[in-house]
């Protein structure tokens, strides 16, 4: 077998795959912030999701001999996977020969971080269905933070999820800030960093914690209109679903060199609106 033959194999399409998904399925923020209980088999954009969600039951006070049965009626919704992205790129055959097989690693990387990138855009964009009630600040009159007022002010994101009954035994809320936001945050003496959280379990790359909110830091929540939306919730609250359909390696007929190209498809729900919370914050 020639080096380059040798070189070559590092790139077969199911090798690319496998340590792809292995690799999307970790540290990624808003993954650690969403539930995917409804993640089933997904061929093609536009499949979707059945989602069943249990109706409430009623306790009464009983009065006499007969009981009353109320009829439940479940809720349905549907999950649409219907964010496809791509990515396609050369690997020039020199390249390939004067490399070692971390070059795979390395696209694989870059790779991970585009698709991450996107995705958490699109699952910070879900602030639009967070409820009135549960909006700290307002389009008009955003937030202003400071060092010295923060904490009160997660304080009232961490009391509307309280207040709306998302929050119980077992579940622990979380609040996504950017780096503009952590700058205050840190600041703050109410904040209690990941080296001092004792005997407790923090999310993944979380930076501590703040009115009992896991805090987690995203470069994707970007300025929208001069204002960040600032997001907080429970798993319970979006439900997401996803897929790498497909990677393929090609030759180019242009040039010596081959192509290499993945698709990633996914969609997300909020099935539960009144685990999400947001503050409205003036940039």
């Known amino acids: 077998m020639s080096e380059l033959q040798s070189s070559y194999s590092a790139f077969i399409p199911q090798i690319w795959s496998q340590k792809l998904s292995q690799m999307l399925d970790k540290n990624c923020v808003m993954l650690q912030c969403v539930n995917r209980n409804w993640e089933g088999e997904i061929k093609n954009q536009g ?14 006070t009983l ?7 109320s009829a439940l ?31 795979m690693e390395a696209h694989l990387g870059n790779a991970k971080k585009a698709i991450e990138e996107v995705q958490d855009a699109y699952l910070l964009s879900l602030h639009t269905d ?8 307002t389009e008009e009159a955003p937030i202003t933070l400071d060092k010295t007022t923060i904490y009160e002010q997660f304080v009232k994101l961490s009391l509307a999820l309280k207040n709306s009954d998302a929050v119980h ?42 009115a009992g909110m896991d805090v987690l830091v995203s470069t994707n929540l970007t300025e929208v209109d001069g204002k960040y939306y600032v997001l907080a919730g429970t798993n319970d609250a979006i439900t997401f679903a996803s897929q790498l ?5 090609l030759r180019d007929k242009d040039s010596f060199s081959d192509l290499v190209r993945g698709l990633y ?11 999400l919370a947001k503050m409205i914050v003036a940039v």
Do not use: H, M
């Open 47 to 60: 499949d979707t999701v059945k989602i069943i969600t249990p109706a409430d039951v009623t306790v009464s």
């Open 63 to 69: 009065t006499s001999e007969n009981i009353e049965y």
């Open 73 to 103: 009626t479940p809720t349905s919704q549907d999950l649409v996977i219907d964010q496809k992205k791509f990515f396609a790129f050369k690997i020039d055959d020199v390249a390939q020969v004067q490399s070692n097989s971390d070059i």
């Open 130 to 137: 967070v409820t009135e009630e549960n909006t700290v600040g």
């Open 169 to 210: 035994s077992g579940v622990k809320p979380w609040v996504v800030i950017n780096p503009n936001v952590e700058a205050y945050l840190l600041q703050s003496p109410e904040f209690i960093s990941a080296y001092n959280v004792a005997d407790e379990t923090l999310r993944e790359g979380s930076i501590g914690r703040i």
């Open 245 to 249: 359909a497909k990677i393929e390696s």
């Open 265 to 275: 498809l996914y969609g997300a729900k909020t099935v539960q609106p009144k685990a």
